[in-house]
């Protein structure tokens, strides 16, 4: 999802893991982070991949990054 400043992407992914929560998706199948956390791309790989290791192998898991355009290259 791409989009302007200030146009409620955030809201947007927001709104989604309340709705993926209330239909019961167990929490530690969803994760949120924000790209103004995260270094560089090298950062963001280490981080995807401890996820990928941590959360429940079998199902449907959600990753969600929110300001992707923060982490440098």
């Known amino acids: 999802?791409?989009?302007?400043?200030?146009?409620?992407?955030?809201?947007?992914?927001?709104?989604?893991?309340?709705?993926?929560?209330?239909?019961?998706?167990?929490?530690?199948?969803l994760r949120f982070f924000s790209g103004e956390l995260i270094d560089d791309h090298h950062a963001l790989v280490r981080l995807v991949s401890a996820l990928l290791r941590e959360m429940?192998?079998?199902?449907q898991c959600y990753i969600l990054l929110d300001e992707v355009t923060y982490i440098a290259g």
């Open 1 to 29: 999802m791409g989009g302007g400043r200030q146009i409620g992407k955030t809201t947007l992914l927001k709104q989604w893991m309340a709705d993926l929560l209330a239909t019961g998706l167990d929490p530690a199948r």
């Open 56 to 59: 429940p192998t079998e199902g």
